[in-house]
Nanobody, 120 residues
Framework: QVQLVESGGGLVPTGGSLRLSCTAS????????KGWFRQAPGKEREFVAA????????MYADSVKGRFTISRENNKNIHYLQLNNLNPSDEAVYYCAADPTYSMSPPSSWGRGTQVTVSS
């Protein structure tokens, strides 16, 4: 099992940027694919982005392509989500995730979440 802790959420204006971080610990955490999901009030949790173990492969939800970037630093056991050009529809609790498989359906490990609030 991998333990995950997010940081970096906050309040930003429309058009602003944030970088979320997720620190992993636990056995072989660097051998897991990593990802991000989000959940807005009254909505189901949805996939945002994922990155393969090596970092060479990434995938994104259509709603964030071109605005969000996922990356990882295996030597630090951290993965990131850079959020640019934020709009109110991006407001949600963001959860980092880890899974042995890149598909993350569903992830085997979750963080507790960090709130992203976008002011209009």
């Amino acid at each position: 099992q991998v333990q995950l802790v997010e940081s970096g959420g906050g309040l930003v204006p429309t058009g602003g940027s944030l970088r979320l971080s997720c620190t992993a610990s636990g056995r072989a955490s660097n051998s897991y694919a990593k990802g991000w999901f989000r959940q807005a009030p009254g909505k189901e949790r949805e996939f945002v982005a994922a990155i393969s173990t090596s970092g060479l492969n990434t995938m994104y939800a259509d709603s964030v392509k071109g605005r969000f970037t996922i990356s990882r630093e295996n030597n630090k056991n951290i993965h990131y989500l850079q959020l640019n050009n934020l709009n109110p529809s991006d407001e949600a609790v963001y959860y980092c995730a880890a899974d042995p498989t890149y598909s993350m359906s569903p992830p085997s490990s979750w963080g507790r979440g960090t709130q992203v609030t976008v002011s209009s």
